[in-house]
T-cell receptor, first 115, second 112 residues
Framework: GAVVSQHPSWVICKSGTSVKIECRSL??????MFWYRQFPKQSLMLMAT?????????EQGVEKDKFLINHASLTLSTLTVTSAHPEDSSFYIC???????????FGPGTRLTVT | QKEVEQNSGPLSVPEGAIASLNCTYS??????FFWYRQYSGKSPELIMS????GDKEDGRFTAQLNKASQYVSLLIRDSQPSDSATYLC????????????FGTGTQLKVEL
């Protein structure tokens, strides 16, 4: 149980284009999902907290107009990187918290390369 | 600022030995603690959660929590080469919604 999927697993896009990443909880409902970014050999950096049916809460320093988050249902959250630039190249990972529990489960991650 | 601290390592142990990973945290009110394992290039995988003082065992893993000392540890018995990974300690913040604060991780190397 507690499986989280992400799609795509990797994506290459050109500078200036937008990329959408999907995060799904497959066997449970997730009222809260989280989006992280991780650069090579660095720790996880929380970007935003996403609650179903409400606006995401962004961490300090994260541009909400650049990283659009939508949490339309209890099993799906999306992150759209708008007008991507090479510095946005990173490993993006979502996690979901099981409703009523404290544990967060991570998706497999999406590796974004912007050329 | 709430902090979670871990020794970055690498911690090297021989195969079959006990690996001991340590973590301290600053938020005295924290109630929920987690250990994640992250292989290179992969996302974190939850291996243990602990909420009460004392020990919690799951297979070869034992998590230990001491809230008075603000200390949480993970013991891995009979270490295997496949245990070689980075282990992340995470603490759920109080008053911060459901956010986790992660340590920077300890790299474990299990040598043949």
């Amino acid at each position: 149980g507690a499986v989280v999927s992400q799609h795509p697993s990797w994506v290459i896009c050109k500078s200036g284009t937008s990329v959408k990443i999907e995060c799904r909880s497959l066997d449970f409902q997730a009222t809260t999902m989280f989006w992280y970014r991780q650069f090579p050999k660095q720790s996880l950096m929380l970007m935003a907290t996403s609650n179903e049916g409400s606006k995401a809460t962004y961490e300090q320093g994260v541009e909400k107009d650049k990283f659009l988050i939508n949490h339309a249902s209890l099993t799906l959250s999306t992150l759209t990187v708008t007008s991507a630039h090479p510095e946005d190249s990173s490993f993006y990972i979502c996690s979901a918290e099981v409703a009523g529990k404290h544990e967060q489960y991570f998706g497999p991650g999406t590796r974004l390369t912007v050329t | 600022q709430k902090e979670v601290e871990q020794n970055s390592g690498p911690l090297s142990v021989p195969e079959g030995a006990i690996a001991s990973l340590n973590c301290t945290y600053s938020d005295r009110g924290s109630q929920s603690f987690f250990w994640y394992r992250q292989y290179s290039g992969k996302s974190p995988e939850l291996i243990m959660s602990i909420y009460s003082n004392g020990d919690k065992e799951d297979g070869r893993f034992t998590a230990q929590l001491n809230k008075a000392s603000q200390y949480v540890s993970l013991l891995i018995r009979d270490s295997q080469p496949s245990d070689s990974a980075t282990y992340l300690c995470a603490v759920k913040e109080t008053g911060g919604g459901n956010k986790l604060t992660f340590g920077t991780g300890t790299q474990l190397k299990v040598e043949l």
